[in-house]
Each structure stands twice: as structure tokens, then as C-alpha cells.
């Protein structure tokens, strides 16, 4: 694995937040039923906030002796095959695609900062956002296969349809958006947010949560569900945090549910979310 160098420690940083978000998200979601083998290992441990259940529910209508075979099955994959729904495998599957990906961006975009990006529209026309499937050959012309491979093995991406283009896509659209974004308020208007509000992780960027979503901050004034001076109170989120709310509960149910960090914390399903997000540490951190 090559090393980064110091000047761009800050820009790979930002890089793995964004790709670790993406990947976060990816395993995180329910994924489809399907006959591949790998796929029903992933299937069977399930999301990685449902994994610690997974092993004792039994599966309805599976006869029990299926079920122990099944079980046996999945215990001598996932021991061959270290399981990315553990949170040490997965930062440490991050920073691998993070260290082998990063070194392959052009050396424009490896140490740009905020004030040289809005200086200079060439290359935001050269880079325009978002970018798509098609954008990311040439953006990243030399990324070794090997990234490609380990996606396709941890059934991150499946071709033909989210090949490795399409997956880095949105990440480097994220990675370059952040750079074009202002760099943070100063600390002392973070409230008093030490890291993640949620996860609680301190070194990752944080973002933050308008707790009622702006999409419906009409209406919830009109409906009396919040008073106007309510409406701008945030929650500073990591990205992975920040999407996962947004994925639990829509505008209406964040505004009239979940509009405090403490109402967001006393369901289960964010607790369990947080417990294993939480975990995820990079090496030396
Ligand atoms: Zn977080
Ligand atoms: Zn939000």
C-alpha cells in the first residue's frame, strides 16, 4: 500500500470519509435475495444493524435441519472471508480502497483546497459535477484492477449494472464537492458538538442536520408542530450518521418524530446504527 504524502493527508482524508460513507450505505442496505453464492452469505448475516440477531431468529419456514446446515454454511464462509458487517473489517476494507484509489487521482485534485477550487472555473468545467459512470476512466485512468476486483468479491458492485465506475462516481462527486465547500464554521459555533452528535466519532468532517427538515419547515409552522425559532436547530452529523437518518425516517417523520438527537437516540434501530458505526476506526486512530 503506497503511503500519502503530508500535503495530501488532508484531501485522502476527506477521500475516505466519502468512500467509507458510500460503503457504509451499500452494506447497510437490505440487499435483494439472489442464488449467488456470496450473495446469500450476505443475505443470511443480514445488514449489519440486524447481524447480531441474525444467527439465533430462526428463518420462517425453513425446516431445522436446512437451517443447521445453512448456519454451518455461513460460519465457515465468513471465517475464510472476514465479514464487512464487522465494523474492524470494514474500516480496515475502507482504507484499503481509500489508499489503493486516492493515489490514482490526477495530482490537481489530490491537493486542491477550497480557495484554489473557487479561483479556478477551468477546472470546475473540467470536473463538472456531478460526475458520472462515464467521468471516472478519466479521472482515474491507472486505478489498479485490483479495486475493482475486491469491490466485485465483497458484492460491493455487480456488473453490468454498478460496475466500479458507477460506484466511484458518487463519491468522487462528494470528494470534490467538499472541497468546493467553505471550509467549516469556526469550532466555537459547532455548539458544543465535540464529533459526531450520533456516533460520536471526533476526527471525521461533520455536517450538519437541519433536525426539521427545511423541505417542511412551512408546514410545520402552519400546523403548529414547531415554533418558528425551533426551525434552525441542528444536529452535527458524520456523512455516514447524516444519510442514515435521512434513510430511517422521512422529512415529515424526522420534523414531527424525531426532531431532537435525544428522540433519535431512543429508537432501537438508531441505537443499534450507532453502536456499530461507532466502531468503525481507521488504523492509528
Ligand atoms: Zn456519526
Ligand atoms: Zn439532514
Redesign the pocket.
Given at each position: 500500500m503506497m503511503t500519502i504524502p503530508e500535503d495530501q493527508q488532508r484531501n485522502y482524508e476527506i477521500f475516505r470519509d466519502c468512500l467509507s460513507t458510500a460503503l457504509i450505505e451499500k452494506i447497510s442496505q437490505p440487499e435483494p435475495k439472489t442464488k449467488r453464492k456470496f450473495r446469500s452469505k450476505k443475505h443470511s448475516t443480514g445488514s449489519p444493524v440486524q447481524s447480531r440477531n441474525a444467527t439465533t431468529t430462526p428463518h420462517l419456514g425453513v425446516d431445522a435441519k436446512a437451517q443447521t446446515e445453512a448456519k454451518a454454511q455461513i460460519e465457515a464462509e465468513v471465517e475464510a472471508d472476514p465479514d464487512l458487517s464487522n465494523a474492524d473489517s470494514l474500516a480496515d476494507f475502507a482504507d484499503y480502497i481509500a489508499a489503493e484509489t486516492f493515489p490514482a487521482l490526477p495530482a490537481e485534485l489530490k491537493t486542491l483546497d477550497y480557495y484554489s477550487y473557487v479561483k479556478d472555473t477551468d477546472l470546475q468545467s473540467r470536473y463538472a459535477l456531478p460526475l458520472t459512470g462515464f467521468d471516472t476512466p478519466l479521472l482515474l485512468p491507472s486505478l489498479d484492477p485490483s479495486v475493482a476486483d475486491s469491490l466485485s468479491a465483497y458484492a460491493i458492485t455487480s456488473e453490468p449494472t454498478q460496475g466500479v465506475d458507477e460506484f466511484l462516481a458518487p463519491i468522487l462527486t462528494s470528494y470534490l464537492t467538499s472541497l468546493s465547500t467553505p471550509p467549516p464554521a469556526p469550532r466555537a459555533t459547532l455548539r458544543e458538538a465535540e464529533g459526531?452528535e450520533?456516533?460520536g466519532?471526533d476526527w471525521i468532517n461533520l455536517s450538519y442536520h437541519h433536525l426539521i427538515p427545511r423541505y417542511v419547515h412551512a408546514k410545520a409552522v402552519r400546523r403548529g408542530w414547531h415554533r418558528e425559532e425551533d426551525l434552525q436547530n441542528v444536529a452535527w452529523?458524520?456523512g455516514?450518521?447524516h444519510r442514515f437518518v435521512h434513510r430511517f425516517a422521512g422529512h415529515e417523520e424526522l420534523a414531527r418524530k424525531y426532531y431532537t438527537v435525544e428522540l433519535l437516540m431512543e429508537e432501537e434501530g438508531v441505537k443499534r446504527w450507532v453502536d456499530w458505526?461507532g466502531r468503525l476506526r481507521w488504523k492509528g486512530r
Open positions: 459526531c450520533l456516533c466519532r452529523l458524520c455516514a450518521c458505526v
